[in-house]
């Protein structure tokens, strides 16, 4: 039952599912209020508070915090990881730089506040900071700035930062006269939203923001700890990715394991590396293959042609090593580091990367997989176009067949089943998963509606994924 201490072991059978389910709910939301994600959720998240605050700092060195108003957990990064991008969106539309600074300047005018602001008095405040950033800006004539104020106001009403009392958000965007809104902030959701690993003023980089690769804890644990974040953090996980003792720690029967009791998801290993399958398709932010729109369909028939050429001509393919993450995730750190200012760093107390983090030590091994060049990949997409019709795809991608394989190809690779590479893509071992899937338009009725677009919840999916190798290679 919930009241039990220890290990999730000791959660009682019978209880482990809803225990599971409550998991994976604080796992794939940002926060948790009596109305988000939905009512309910938040009694069902409660009841294992203090079995998960546990397990989650244990296993993964996560921080739970649960009042009987919200649930938060504070995570651990090992590294930047460009794919989050849906954290920061509305109706689906990740937030751009314009609103990812505006969303930091209000969360800081916020500390300022009453609890009482109206949005008038709350633009005044905001202002003269986003002035004072070079490249940024606001003004108020400039309908692009207001949609981006609008954007994010939403999206710390929708997470209950804020809450609309009196007037609307889009009258004022329309500049209505008189128009504007009253919100009531709540601090304690704006405190627990931000919660760096450091005081932002104390950074000479944004590695400062990851975990603390020699904090806490003995290697043995730290190392474990990190092995299970990998695993949660990531659609798949190769070894040539890792330092030695990770890739050890993950080749090893028992941390895997361990996350799939707690999670309730399935471990699937090969021969190069191990994930986490979630039959369900919900623990996840970009779920694959499913029922999606053109773009994940296109990408699932994509690697089934891929599949078919390695079947044909697996030795006449361009095998190539895979670069390192390592240096990939270097020249991320580099390019977010330009942005970093120079002024209000407080250096007595700054935090200096010594490049000891694990993104930095070697990879255990190398692994040399197939590229699939530029030019066989768009004769793939017209195959598609021809097997299917250019009628089955929506207006824009009709007369943009490249960009449509551009678009399934960023997909793929934030899936990590291709690495993109000069002239082509590098397949990796986890996309001969798919390696069966089929295409099917549905049989339907004349609405006017093309099966590739707007339709597309209504279809059946793009196929069944085989059956992973146990153990096996990809050759």
Not at 303 to 321: G, R, Y
Request: overall charge negative; hydrophobic content about 45%; some cysteine.
């Amino acid at each position: 039952m919930a009241g039990r201490r220890g290990s999730v072991r000791t959660v009682d059978p019978a209880d482990l599912g809803s225990y599971q389910q409550a998991v994976r709910r604080v796992l794939t939301c940002d926060l948790i209020t009596a109305s988000r994600p939905r009512p309910g959720a938040l009694d069902q998240v409660l009841r294992w508070a203090d079995q998960m605050a546990q397990d989650l700092r244990a296993l993964f060195g996560y921080t739970l915090i649960a009042t009987t108003d919200h649930v938060r957990l504070v995570r651990e990064l090992d590294e930047l990881d460009p794919t989050q991008r849906q954290v920061f969106s509305r109706r689906g539309r990740p937030f751009d730089r314009r609103r990812l600074a505006y969303l930091c300047l209000l969360m800081a005018c916020f500390q300022r506040s009453q609890i009482e602001i109206s949005l008038g008095d709350l633009v005044r405040q905001f202002t003269p900071a986003a002035n004072a950033v070079e490249g940024l800006g606001y003004d108020p004539t400039d309908s692009t700035h207001k949609a981006a104020l609008v954007d994010v106001a939403h999206w710390l009403l929708d997470r209950g930062a804020l809450h609309l009392s009196d007037g609307s958000l889009e009258a004022w965007a329309r500049g209505g006269e008189q128009a504007d809104a009253l919100f009531d902030v709540d601090h304690d959701v704006c405190e627990i939203l931000f919660r760096p690993a450091r005081p932002v003023q104390h950074l000479g980089s944004v590695t400062g923001l990851l975990s603390d690769a020699a904090a806490g804890g003995s290697r043995r644990e730290r190392t474990a700890q990190r092995a299970r974040r990998l695993l949660l953090e990531h659609p798949a996980v190769y070894y040539a990715d890792l330092d030695a003792d990770t890739a050890a720690a993950l080749r090893a029967r028992g941390l895997a394991e361990e996350v799939a009791r707690v999670t309730g998801l399935t471990v699937e290993r090969r021969a190069e590396g191990v994930l986490l399958a979630d039959p369900g398709g919900l623990f996840t932010d970009r779920p694959f293959p499913g029922r999606g729109g053109a773009v994940t369909r296109t990408a699932g028939l994509l690697l089934a042609q891929m599949a078919d050429l390695f079947e044909t001509s697996w030795a006449a393919l361009v095998h190539m090593e895979v670069p390192p993450r390592s240096d990939e995730h270097a020249d991320l750190v580099r390019l977010v580091d330009a942005g970093l200012p120079r002024h209000g760093v407080v250096g007595e107390l700054a935090w200096t990367d010594t490049g000891d983090g694990a993104a930095a030590v070697p990879a255990a091994d190398s692994q040399r997989v197939p590229l699939v060049e530029r030019g066989r990949l768009e004769d793939m997409v017209a195959d598609l176009f021809a097997e299917f019709g250019a009628a089955s795809f929506t207006n824009a991608w009709q007369q943009d067949p490249h960009g449509l394989l551009d678009a399934a190809l960023a997909l793929l690779a934030d899936l990590r089943l291709v690495r993109p590479v000069p002239g082509g893509v590098l397949v990796m071992p986890a996309a001969l998963r798919y390696r069966n899937i089929q295409g099917a338009l549905p049989e339907r009725e004349d609405t006017g509606h093309l099966p590739f677009g707007t339709l597309d919840a209504h279809a059946p999916a793009s196929g069944a994924p085989a059956a992973p190798d146990s153990e096996g290679t990809t050759a």
